[in-house]
């Protein structure tokens, strides 16, 4: 008796008998929940398809909201700033904002202001005789 039920299960759960529920599993899937699967899985693809480029543009909409590209007033070098901050010209190091789309200069206007000038220093190299 106990013999035969052993030769039973092992037979159910090894070879045919294995695929049989697999496929059996399979099918259950297939009639109630496969549907559910596929589209879910296929959400998650076009989320993940879509979320860098919802992303990239989300981005651009930003940084044009929030970049003011202009020249400095001071030098004339043209580059990027951040609204509602405070930065220095890449070029003349002068502390800079945005007003109105415009760059300005943080140093209040009547501020005496010595003007900068490069002066190359030249190396006059003794001349050996
Ligand atoms: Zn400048």
Redesign the pocket.
């Known amino acids: 008796m106990n013999d035969r039920y052993n030769k039973v299960l092992q037979y159910n759960f090894s070879g045919l008998g294995c695929w049989l529920t697999i496929i059996a599993f399979a099918m259950l899937l297939s009639a109630v929940g496969l549907g559910w699967i596929i589209n879910g899985v296929l959400i998650l693809f076009l989320f993940l398809l879509f979320t860098p480029v919802i992303a990239f543009f989300g981005l651009q909409w930003w940084l044009k909201r929030n970049f003011v590209q202009d020249s400095?007033?001071?030098?004339?070098?043209e580059f990027t700033g951040l609204k509602n901050n405070q930065f220095q010209?890449?070029?003349?190091?002068?502390p800079?904002e945005v007003e109105h789309g415009k760059f300005v200069r943080i140093t209040p206007p009547g501020t005496i202001d010595v003007e900068a000038v490069d002066v190359q220093v030249q190396v006059i190299e003794p001349e050996e005789g």
Do not use: A, H, T
């Not at 400095?72 to 070098?77: G, I």
């Open positions: 400095c007033p001071v030098c004339d070098y010209c890449p070029n003349c190091s002068e800079l």
